[in-house]
C-alpha cells in the first residue's frame, strides 16, 4: 500500500490523506502552472526569447540556402535547420534554470519545499516539467517562424505530440544537468560561466546545424554522448520526414533524464545547507 501523506484543502481547514504517487503528481503540476502563470504575466519574455531563433532562420538559414555550402540531400537547408534551432531553443532555456534553484535557496524558498514531505525526486521532477513548460511554449514561436518562412513541417498529430515529448526529455535532461551543475558550485556567476561554457559546444557538437557525416571524427564520436544530438535527430525524423533512429533517439532521451533527475535530486540537498 503507497504511503499516505495529508494535503491540506485551501478554505476547508482540513487535510484529507493523499497516495505519495498521487502527491507527486500534485507538485508537479502545480510548479507547471507557475511557470505558465509566470509566461501569462511577463509575455515579454516570449518575444525576446524569439529574437534569437529568428535570427537563425532568417539570417543563417537563408543565406546558406542560397549558398548551398552544406549538403543536406533533397531536404531545402532551411527545413534541415528548423529543427535543430527549435532544439537550441529549448536547450538555452533548460541549461540556466539552475539559476532559479539559487534564487529560491537565496530567498529561503528551498527550505521551506526540503522539510514539505515531497520527495526531493519530486521536487526535481517538478522544476524539469516547468522548464519544460517553458521549452514547449518557445518550441511553439519556432514552429511558427518556420511555418511563416515556408518550412515544410508536418501536419501530423501524432508526430507533433511525439515532438513535445522529445522536447520535454531533452529540457528535463538539461534543467537537471543545470541544477546538478548548482549543487556543485552553488552560486550565480559560477553556474552562468559554466553554462555559457557548454551551451555552444553541446549545440556545435550535435548535428543541429549540419550532417554528422561532415564532422570530424572525433566530434562525431561526441555527437554519440550527446543528448541533444539524439533530440536533434528526433525533432528533424518527425517534424519533416528526414530518416531517423527514433527508437534508439526516444530511449537515450529517456534513460539520460532519468538518470539526470536521480543525480540532481541527491544534490538538492547541499544547496538547501
Known sequence: MSEQLAVPLTGWGESVPIGLPRLVLFR??????????????????????????ALWLLVFGETFTRLRAIPTGNVPYLDYLAPGILAQS????????????????????????????????????????????????????????AALLGVGLTDNPFKLLAMAAAVILGSSFFCCLSITIAGLVLTHDRLMGIGQAITMPLFFGSSALYPVNLMPGWLQAFNHINPLGYEVDALRGLLIGVPAELGLDFGVLILASAVMIIIASALLGRLAR
Open 90 to 145: 529549448a536547450l538555452f532555456i533548460a541549461i540556466f534554470y539552475g539559476i532559479q534553484i539559487i534564487w529560491e535557496r537565496d530567498a529561503g524558498v528551498l527550505t521551506k519545499l526540503m522539510v514539505t514531505p515531497t520527495p526531493r525526486i519530486a521536487l526535481v521532477t517538478g522544476k524539469a516539467f516547468a522548464a519544460s513548460v517553458r521549452a514547449l511554449v518557445q518550441a511553439l514561436v519556432v514552429l511558427v517562424l
Open 28 to 53: 508537479i503540476g502545480t510548479m507547471c502552472l507557475v511557470e505558465l502563470q509566470k509566461l501569462r504575466h511577463d509575455r515579454t519574455e516570449l518575444i525576446t526569447r524569439a529574437i534569437q531563433p
